[in-house]
């Protein structure tokens, strides 16, 4: 009876840790899938327009696109959506400009979204691009 109890135990629990193992991977292969399709991609202006709840600060964001929009270089920019809400970055690569006009460019940058909390600027940044 000992032995029987011993081997049903023995046996459930195998059971019981092969379970947990394929259930590990299955969601570690999903992880890998959504992986393969995001990119990432190299910003040396990324300015973030974050939602606390109640969407991004539109004002601030149509004022820096005006901006960006009417510089004499017409940097290019990119716009990556982050989530539901509207949150978004705008990823610069500022190609356009030499060493001194990005400064004064981000500088400029800088001051419009000072007037926001829910603005960031970051330099020399990664972004991941969701397709």
């Given at each position: 009876?000992?032995?029987?109890?011993?081997?049903?135990?023995?046996?459930?629990?195998?059971?019981?840790?092969?379970?947990?193992?394929?259930?590990?991977?299955?969601?570690?292969?999903?992880?890998?899938?959504?992986?393969?399709?995001?990119?990432?991609?190299?910003?040396?202006?990324?300015?973030?327009?974050?939602?606390?709840?109640?969407?991004?600060?539109?004002?601030?964001?149509d004022k820096i696109e005006a901006?960006?929009?009417?510089?004499?270089?017409?940097?290019?920019y990119e716009l990556i959506p982050?989530?539901?809400?509207?949150?978004?970055?705008?990823?610069?690569?500022l190609k356009e400009m030499n060493?001194?006009?990005?400064?004064?460019?981000?500088?400029?940058?800088?001051?419009?979204?000072?007037?926001?909390?829910?603005?960031?600027?970051?330099?020399?940044?990664?972004?991941?691009?969701?397709?």
């Amino acid at each position: 009876m000992k032995k029987l109890t011993l081997l049903l135990l023995t046996a459930s629990s195998l059971l019981f840790v092969n379970c947990k193992t394929k259930s590990k991977a299955t969601s570690s292969d999903s992880t890998t899938k959504t992986a393969e399709k995001e990119t990432k991609v190299q910003c040396r202006l990324a300015i973030g327009f974050n939602s606390i709840g109640s969407g991004i600060d539109a004002a601030a964001f149509d004022k820096i696109e005006a901006y960006i929009k009417a510089h004499p270089k017409k940097p290019a920019y990119e716009l990556i959506p982050m989530g539901r809400e509207g949150e978004r970055d705008i990823c610069m690569s500022l190609k356009e400009m030499n060493k001194d006009e990005q400064k004064t460019f981000i500088d400029e940058i800088k001051k419009m979204s000072k007037t926001s909390d829910r603005v960031q600027v970051n330099e020399n940044a990664e972004r991941t691009k969701r397709p």
